[in-house]
């Protein structure tokens, strides 16, 4: 099994920068993935962005803005979060799993997931 840890969340002003990490613990494999979801307050967890064996993907809300990187080596993944807006606040949870290339995007082709940690950003 694996364990993923997140860290990084807190306070920032719209227009600031976060860094959040993830690190997995356990057994990972080559093609084992990693994302980002997000959940707001009264709404379904979203897809962020993945990194997997086929490359990186973002959604729409997103693309240009943040941006997800792996450490193999480390088993970590980071997504750098930029120009951040009020609409970004959520608590951010990191997944690990095999998804196909069509279904990095949806919650369900993810087995592993940490906790979450809260990134709040203020207007």
């Known amino acids: 099994q694996v364990q993923l840890v997140e860290s990084g969340g807190g306070l920032v002003q719209a227009g600031g920068s976060l860094r959040l990490s993830c690190e997995a613990s356990g057994r990972t494999s080559a093609n084992y993935a990693m994302a980002w979801f997000r959940q707001a307050p009264g709404k379904e967890r979203e897809f962020v962005a993945a990194a997997s064996w086929s490359g990186t993907y973002y959604s729409d809300s997103v693309k240009g803005r943040h941006a997800i990187s792996r450490d193999s080596a480390k088993n970590t993944v980071y997504l750098q979060m930029n120009s951040l807006k009020t609409e970004d606040t959520a608590v951010y949870y990191c997944?690990?799993?095999?998804?196909?290339?069509?279904?990095?995007?949806?919650?369900?082709?993810?087995?592993?997931w940490g906790r979450g940690t809260q990134v709040t950003v203020s207007s």
């Open positions: 997944a690990g799993g095999r998804p196909s290339t069509r279904s990095v995007y949806y919650t369900t082709a993810y087995n592993d």
